[in-house]
């Protein structure tokens, strides 16, 4: 095999090790903070009598990407 192609395959396994220990260190690091939160006494209460309104209309269309990204071209399928 050529060097250039063992070095290609050196870099990525490389690369693949520092993948795995960002992932296990972002494990480490999402564990302690579920930790934390969980032993932090505070809890946050949701007034829930107070609704955001989006000035759509009420259920899935009241979010646009629903109308651009299903709605649109579910018609313009219908019409091609």
């Not at 290609?8 to 903070?33: G, P, T, W």
């Not at 934390?36 to 990407?65: E, I, M």
Request: hydrophobic share 40%; net charge neutral; proline share 2%.
């Amino acid at each position: 095999m050529s060097d250039k192609f063992l070095q290609m395959v050196d870099s990525a396994q490389e690369s693949k090790r520092e993948f795995d220990l960002s992932v296990v260190y972002l494990k480490d690091s999402l564990h302690q903070s579920v930790k934390t939160a969980q032993s932090n006494t505070q809890r946050v209460s949701f007034d829930t009598n107070k609704v955001q309104t989006t000035g759509w209309l009420k259920g899935a269309l009241s979010y646009p990407w629903v109308v651009v990204c299903i709605i649109i071209p579910a018609v313009t399928e219908m019409i091609v």
